[in-house]
């Protein structure tokens, strides 16, 4: 049942509703989709030279949008109550000093751009501005789930799960985007031949494979549970939307990886249902062994897969291995309950 705004974690702490956390999470869609026309104008116009660009208008008014819908209704009338950490419902007080931080990072951004111009490509993501802003829209953008948690993150349906689904698509694009030059989505690094490509492009899948396993694994710490439908679209965000920086040139191999989510998706539920304590093995094993030969097939589909049998296995392999330590890290222990909720 959808909580109120009234009702408490605790004597004194307020908790969230179901509505309102919907509201914010679906505040941060147009966040990510200013980021992400931020970061189309920075690939395709090179000759952009100021702050005040229509992109950038579109990303800070998504920030203004996100940042009010975490405002308490209590401030907006003027009475509220009680000590200032109770002003804010559980779980908000982080998105709150993101806001904070990202308004900082704003004003720093600007700075940084009148003195020393507008980055391009590699610059631009790891620009300390930059930087910040992505740690405080990262804060901002997960309140939901930290919300969800609150109120003790139990299982209650797709609807209910909505704003922590928007939310994490939202967060792992956000962190797909600042790992653009790691993304062998894009680059497609199985086509190529070469050791050196051949190298790098294990590091690519490598480190997409945190990036896919670790967001579901992060809900799963906070709900105990990882709810239907969030492998699928972690990997959708992180596979496809930074296709628009090279106009989705290969795009078999974005979109492809999908089929491989929704059936890893698939397992997890079913993982969930019959051994509840290996959900987070699962999720560390099966991202990595039904997304990356998915992916590889829709490389050849386009382009061709230029590596060797042993190579292309032996990174889904490698991958699976680095997965299952990642998720082997949270195992319930022994005498633990069944689930983390």
Do not use: K
Request: proline share 7%.
């Amino acid at each position: 049942m959808a909580t109120t705004v009234t009702e408490r974690t605790s004597a004194t702490r307020p908790v969230s509703s179901g509505r309102r956390d919907l509201l914010v999470a679906l505040a941060t869609l147009w966040l990510t989709g200013g980021l992400f026309l931020d970061g189309w104008a920075h690939s395709h116009v090179p000759e952009l030279e100021t702050f005040f660009t229509p992109w950038h208008g579109v990303l800070y008014s998504g920030y203004v949008v996100l940042a009010l819908t975490l405002v308490p209704a209590a401030l907006w009338r003027g009475r509220p109550v009680g000590p200032v950490r109770d002003w804010f419902p559980a779980g908000y007080g982080l998105g709150i000093l993101g806001a904070v931080l990202f308004a900082v990072g704003g004003v720093v951004d600007m700075t940084w751009h009148t003195l020393l111009g507008i980055e391009v490509n590699l610059e631009a993501l790891l620009s300390p501005p930059h930087l910040l802003l992505l740690t405080a829209g990262s804060l901002m953008i997960t309140t939901p789930v930290r919300a969800a948690a609150a109120r003790g993150g139990r299982p209650a349906g797709l609807a209910a799960d909505l704003p922590v689904l928007i939310s994490m698509l939202s967060a792992t694009a956000v962190a797909a985007f600042f790992l653009d030059y790691l993304s062998p989505f894009t680059d497609a690094p199985s086509a190529s031949t070469g050791f050196g490509g051949q190298a790098f492009g294990m590091a690519q899948h490598l480190a997409y494979s945190v990036l896919m396993i670790a967001a579901p694994l992060f809900v799963w710490s906070r709900l105990g549970r990882v709810p239907a439908g969030l492998v699928t679209l972690v990997v959708a965000a992180a596979s496809v939307p930074n296709g628009v920086f090279g106009d989705f040139e290969n795009l078999s191999a974005q979109l492809y990886p999908i089929i491989g989510a929704v059936l890893a998706d698939a397992a997890v539920q079913w993982v969930a249902a019959t051994r509840p304590r290996l959900v987070p093995l699962a999720v560390g094993v099966l991202v990595p062994l039904l997304v990356w030969p998915t992916h590889l097939v829709g490389v050849e589909v386009s382009l061709g897969v230029g590596w060797t049998v042993e190579l292309w296995s032996g990174v889904v392999v490698l991958c699976l291995l680095a997965g299952a330590v990642l998720g082997g890290l949270l195992l319930p222990r022994a005498g633990d309950g069944p689930d983390r909720g």
